[in-house]
């Protein structure tokens, strides 16, 4: 630093600190979303909507992931329920992830 004044400054009170910066969450997902927990970063609460913004849910165990309607297992990368919805979309094939009704697969 330079003093461009003809006035003597002093810096007797100056305190450096260093603090790491905190990383909340940082996920890594295979294309079905179950966690890569080996290269994860767990955040401090853990967050609750880590993959597509859906809440997962720890019950029993069992990690699903709460879509609405139904509760998607990443770890087969399938819907643990039938669509309550799905005689609305008796037409499409049954490969559709989601669609809808007016949407041309």
Known sequence: MANES???VWFDDV??????????QENH???FGLNLTGIEKQGSPDHKFPYNGKEKVADLGLNWVDYGAR????????????DPHASRYLDYPPY??????????
Not at 96 to 105: F, Q, R
């Open 71 to 82: 509760m998607y297992d990443a770890q087969l990368g399938r819907f643990m329920q039938i």
């Open 6 to 8: 003809d006035v003597d």
């Open 15 to 24: 305190k450096i600190s260093y603090a790491e910066a905190m990383v909340a």
């Open 29 to 31: 997902y295979p294309p």
């Open 96 to 105: 559709n992830y989601a669609s809808k009704p007016d949407e041309v697969c």
